[in-house]
């Protein structure tokens, strides 16, 4: 079991910065993708970005790439989402998930999921 805690998240205004951090305890991160996935009110769930476990590999959604920079320290147990010119459409609920594996964009492949944090942005 993998229990994973999302922070960091807040109200901002359009341009500023945020960093989410997930931190994780149970069994350890090290072998395990690591992916953000966010969900604004009435929309489904949809993939942000992800890391593989050696930090070599990332994967972003074309909505923030450039933009959002994912990364994680597996000695710390730790993965952070900085996220820069943030835009409104960027308002959602961000949730930290873990999987075994290679990296997937689909939200079902994930096995573990944090309760998320509320990140909104202001026009």
């Known amino acids: 079991q993998v229990q994973l805690v999302e922070s960091g998240g807040g109200l901002v205004q359009a341009g500023d910065s945020l960093r989410l951090s997930c931190a994780a305890s149970g069994r350890t991160l090290g072998t395990k993708v690591m992916a953000w996935f966010r969900q604004a009110p009435g929309k489904e769930r949809e993939f942000v970005a992800a890391i593989s476990w050696s930090g070599e590999r990332t994967s972003y959604a074309d909505s923030v790439k450039g933009r959002f920079t994912i990364s994680r320290d597996n000695a710390k147990n730790t993965g952070n989402l900085q996220m820069n010119s943030l835009k409104p459409e960027d308002t959602a609920v961000y949730y930290c998930?873990?999987?075994?594996?290679?990296?997937?964009?689909?939200?079902?492949?994930?096995?573990?999921w944090g309760q998320g944090t509320q990140v909104t942005v202001s026009s």
């Open positions: 998930a873990v999987r075994s594996g290679t990296i997937l964009s689909q939200a079902l492949n994930y096995d573990y």
